[in-house]
């Protein structure tokens, strides 16, 4: 089993920053790949951004390319999240996830990500 915590999210006004972490434990993260996702009212859980066991490759959805960085340091199970530029439609919670397959390229999909964080809630105000 593997248990995700994620922790920085909060309020911020159009054009500001924010950092998300997702903290690991249970299994070793280097061996899982890791994703964020976010989910607004009333819309469906949405791919963000992935980033192999290594850190090698990076993955983002179109909507966030180029503002936003994933980023990972296994010494220290931790994944992160940064993010730039915000928008109003970036609102959302966010939440870790994380692959245990070995599949390639990675998953930009929910359903192959098996284990899930309890989310943090992300405010940008216009």
């Known amino acids: 089993q593997v248990q995700l915590v994620e922790s920085g999210g909060g309020l911020v006004q159009a054009g500001g920053s924010l950092k998300l972490s997702c903290a690991a434990s249970?299994?070793?993260?280097?061996?899982?790949?890791m994703g964020w996702f976010r989910q607004a009212p009333g819309n469906e859980r949405e791919f963000v951004a992935a980033?192999?066991?290594?850190?090698?490759?990076?993955y983002y959805a179109d909507s966030v390319k180029g503002r936003f960085t994933i980023s990972r340091d296994n010494a220290k199970n931790t994944v992160l999240l940064q993010m730039n530029g915000l928008k109003p439609e970036d609102t959302a919670v966010y939440y870790c996830?994380?692959?245990?397959?070995?599949?390639?390229?990675?998953?930009?999909?929910?359903?192959?990500?098996?284990?899930w964080g309890q989310g943090t809630q992300v405010t940008v105000s216009s």
């Open positions: 996830a994380a692959d245990r397959t070995l599949r390639t390229p990675v998953a930009v999909t929910k359903e192959a990500y098996d284990y």
């Open positions: 249970g299994r070793t993260l280097s061996r899982l790949i």
């Open positions: 980033i192999t066991r290594s850190g090698s490759s990076p």
